[in-house]
């Protein structure tokens, strides 16, 4: 057998039941077998004397293998299985599984097959590698063998207890570059209180419909005037100077629309987008924002100065899905949907005047607003550009910082999710203990429906206990505003031995 295949047996195979991480190491001298534990010390425990001896014993056998000395294999593997106390019965099938194939190897087809019964016996289960080892063709062809093979298939069968049958538990990603203000925020207290806007909660509104009122609120606060700047972009100041009659640009829109949105627990983001030749040139770019929507399970586009979103079919768009539909000419089916007014006509905003502006497009990964205004007085620094795009150095004359990506998620990562790490799987009892992490910002709780039960922690460690049959845990992180995030779920089947 060549050395890739003695690795394949030994690692993936005897070892690899146990929770067990084999490493061989072979020089021209000698073979060296490390065996690290990573578990289940109940049933392997490296610091038994009887597996100091096994450890000791394993190389010479396996050397002796490699070099075709089976006879010697077969003596060094009796001796494993001769060491007083005996080792783990587990790890005994699988002694018993290498001296058949060592009695194979050395023509004793009947002390192969005897030997190959007693593992199954003992708990041996890879039917997988008795129907594929090379080592054991000649054994194939013999009834007798058939019903080894079957009962490996049976002890798999029983010995795996834990059979996952859905998995949505996808790791954080990008989420936790991407910083947010805090729903506490004086700022945004104050904001809350003074414009009650709990009473854009309406019963019945989806996160959708609440973001959309949060929208069409503040496009009815001032009429769009795109030559006045305010002098601070504070959400507190711009609102306090609408209400004595100052009407701002569209960038005011947009950092009022998403301070709004953050002050009522959604994470919120101001959006620029340009022009293809924004280098040269003025009225080349356009300020809008983006939130994550926990229904939908992304980010959608809303545009405060239109009061507006943009749609393909029935799926709200984030400004990067729109670039995509417009410079990959698939606008059939794409709508700007337009919501009512106060002061905008709906016949006065036009379509193709607005996808020019989908070509750049430029994200802050911190937005923190209210707590720091000032980061709003820069040109924002991250550029994401499509497959061969290149950027342009300037913006209408002026140089600007600019740093680049073409990975989607690192602009567009889910957020508010929860991820769930199994630390500990217990042998003896079914429990299940499992930590948690989350990229939910101003993060309050856990919301964790067990088999049924409901539970809030803010704990990230939880023990599950499951119950014979089939198993799910949800878990949800719930922000301090009382808004939660997309479910992580995990349903298993367990067969209680």
């Known amino acids: 057998m060549k050395i ?20 061989l190491q072979y020089t021209a001298v000698c073979v060296t077998l490390l065996i690290c534990t990573i578990a289940a010390r109940a049933q392997f425990n490296l610091t038994l004397p009887s597996m100091q001896s096994a450890q000791e014993i394993f190389p010479k056998a396996f050397s002796c293998y490699s070099h075709k000395k089976y006879d010697s294999a077969i003596i060094y593997l009796q001796r494993i299985l001769a060491i007083k106390p005996p080792v783990s019965p587990l790890l005994r099938s699988f002694v018993k599984y290498h001296l058949a194939v060592n009695y194979c190897l050395n023509g004793k087809k009947e002390e192969a097959l005897a030997a190959l019964e007693s593992a199954v016996g003992s708990g041996f289960a890879e039917s997988e590698e008795l129907e594929k080892n090379a080592d054991l063709i000649s054994l194939r062809n013999i ?34 570059l991407h910083g947010f203000d805090a729903w506490s925020n004086e700022k945004f207290v104050k904001l809350r209180e003074k414009y009650k806007l709990d009473t854009l909660r309406k019963p019945g509104f989806s996160e959708l419909d609440e973001q959309i009122s ?23 100041d711009i609102l306090d100077s609408v209400e004595q009659g100052v009407t701002y640009r569209c960038v005011e829109y947009a950092i009022v629309l998403s301070q709004t949105l953050q002050a009522m627990g ?19 770019g356009h300020v809008a924002a983006e ?41 059939d089916s794409v709508q700007m949907y337009v919501f009512p007014s106060s002061w905008l006509m709906r016949e006065q905003v036009y379509p193709g005047e607005w996808i020019k502006y989908f070509y750049y497009l430029y994200y802050r990964l911190e937005n923190h607003y209210a707590e720091d205004p000032e980061s709003m007085t820069g040109l924002a620094p991250l550029c994401y550009l499509r497959p061969n795009q290149t950027p342009e150095l300037l913006y209408q004359g002026l140089p600007r910082s600019l740093e680049t990506t073409a990975n989607f998620y690192k602009v567009y990562p889910v957020l508010n999710i929860v991820h769930a ?52 845990i949800t878990v949800r992180a719930v922000n301090q505003a009382g808004i939660m995030g997309p479910p992580m779920i995990i349903e298993l089947n367990y067969d209680a031995l």
């Open 143 to 176: 009834p007798r063998f058939d019903r080894i093979l079957d009962n490996a298939r049976h002890n798999a069968a029983v010995l795996k207890r834990y059979d996952i049958t859905r998995w949505e538990n996808s790791g954080l990603g990008f989420a936790l």
């Open 266 to 284: 959604y994470p919120a983001r101001v959006i620029e987008l340009h022009s293809k030749g924004v280098s040269y040139g003025v009225a080349k």
């Open 4 to 23: 890739n295949s003695i690795r394949r047996s030994i690692s993936e195979q005897f070892i690899g039941r146990l929770n067990y991480l084999v490493v």
């Open 291 to 331: 939130v994550w929507n926990n229904d939908l399970r992304k980010w959608i586009y809303l545009d405060a100065q239109t009061n507006a979103a943009w749609k393909y079919g029935n799926m709200f768009l984030n400004a990067a899905e729109l670039r995509d539909m417009i410079l990959d000419d698939r606008l």
């Open 214 to 236: 949060i929208m069409n609120w503040v496009h009815n606060r001032w009429k769009h005037n795109p030559l006045n700047i305010a002098p601070k972009f504070d959400v507190i």
């Open 421 to 472: 790490d199994i630390t500990q799987v217990s042998i003896n009892s079914s429990e299940i203990d499992l930590k948690f992490e989350q990229a939910m910002p101003s993060f309050s709780r856990y919301a964790i429906n067990s088999n049924g039960m409901e539970s809030f922690q803010s704990d990230d460690e939880f023990k599950w206990h499951i119950q014979h049959g089939k198993n799910t």
